[in-house]
């Protein structure tokens, strides 16, 4: 039975890179892929260098067949690989996908990385998630576990999960961040884990 999964890639580009020039070319090879679902993408606000694609997949095997296919996936590789500065970063996410697709829809993205879960983190990120929602500005959210193992510097490689919530803008999820019950419930879940990274994309 197939499980569908969601493709995280970061890509680190080179300063002033065109990369919304060769974009449809490049990832119209991933849509004809059998297993293809959908594919998002846009820039880190907090970083212009980081292209990060959400792909959904029939399967986590559909993908692993990309990536063994020879021509196509070398295609890929070829038109990327002036474009980037070091090697893609790659992850998958067994993560509700409808519900991801429709987050991404929104104006802007919050996508948080939980690197090296450990107890008490279930109750804890579910309670940061539902003191969030209180703000009118915050559109939705999903969470989910990674399939890898994720390293966290010299720490060693460990379990991680990953949230995706969206925002109706930036600033409006700025404010909702200086929510008493938000900077609780973010402290709660900073003391189940190892570390944390958390950046915003406006998706296309």
């Not at 390293?151 to 969206?166: D, F, M, P, T, V």
């Not at 999820?173 to 609780?184: G, I």
Request: net charge negative.
């Amino acid at each position: 039975m197939s499980t569908p999964v969601t493709e995280v890639v970061i890509l680190t580009v080179k300063p002033d890179a065109d990369v919304e020039g060769p974009a449809e070319g490049l990832f119209n090879i991933i849509a004809r892929q059998e297993g293809f679902q959908r594919l998002k993408w846009g820039r880190w606000e907090e970083d212009p260098n980081k292209v990060q694609l959400m792909i959904n997949w029939d399967d986590i095997s559909y993908h692993i067949a990309f990536t063994q296919s020879g021509a196509d996936y070398q295609e890929l590789f070829a038109g990327l690989t002036p474009l980037i500065a070091a090697p893609p970063e790659i992850f998958h996410l067994q993560i509700d996908t409808d519900a991801v697709n429709k987050i991404l829809d929104d104006p802007v993205v919050e996508l948080a990385t939980f690197y090296l879960v450990g107890d008490g983190f279930e109750e804890a990120i579910t309670n940061a998630l539902a003191a969030g929602a209180k703000s009118e500005a915050c559109l939705g959210s999903v969470r989910g576990a990674v399939v890898e193992e994720l390293a966290l510097g010299e720490n060693g490689k460990g379990k991680a999960q990953y949230a995706a919530i969206s925002w109706t803008s930036l600033e409006a999820r700025a404010e909702a961040a200086q929510s008493e019950d938000v900077k609780e419930s973010g402290k709660a879940v900073v003391g189940t884990i190892g570390g944390f990274e958390v950046h915003h994309v406006k998706f296309q």
